[in-house]
């Protein structure tokens, strides 16, 4: 099975992220424009601060009756979220994000972020590798 790394070489290193005084509801508006689930979170020095995730809106905006535009990212990200680095395997993730219930996994090396994975990623990366296998599969089976 493939590693963080690899998955990171087709994916990229780039990752979305915002400051904590960011408000939640810019937060909300890039993340619906740029269509994800999960933003990073760095400080003023460009450090790792935690993560905002659709859960954390959920969770902690709407059910407690916040206002989106009033309240900053920094009230309600998640400060010490699970991370991986880049040569932690594809299986070690999913089991983190399965037992963990998480769909994102920054991705931290030498102390410094240097991408992020989803689930999504995780699934595509799987299936790629399949179809990998069965294809080298039939070309030595057909002698193709």
Do not use: W
């Not at 508006?29 to 959920?58: Q, S």
């Not at 902690?60 to 699970?82: F, N």
């Not at 680095?85 to 594809?90: N, Q």
């Amino acid at each position: 099975m493939g590693t963080v790394r690899h998955i990171l070489q087709k994916k990229g290193h780039a990752v979305l992220s915002i400051t904590p005084t960011t408000t939640v509801y810019y937060a909300l508006e890039l993340m619906v424009e740029k269509n994800v689930g999960a933003l990073l979170v760095l400080d003023e020095n460009e450090r790792f601060a935690g993560i905002f995730t659709e859960r954390d809106y959920a969770r902690k905006v709407i059910l407690k009756g916040k206002a989106s535009k009033e309240t900053l990212v920094r009230e309600i990200m998640s400060e010490h979220p699970v991370t991986v680095t880049p040569d932690d395997t594809v299986e070690d993730c999913m089991k983190l994000m399965t037992h963990k219930y998480i769909r994102h996994l920054p991705v931290v090396q030498d102390g410094k972020i240097v991408g992020l994975v989803s689930i999504g990623d995780i699934v595509k990366y799987i299936i790629e590798e399949q179809k990998f296998i069965i294809d080298n599969l039939e070309h030595y089976i057909t002698g193709h």
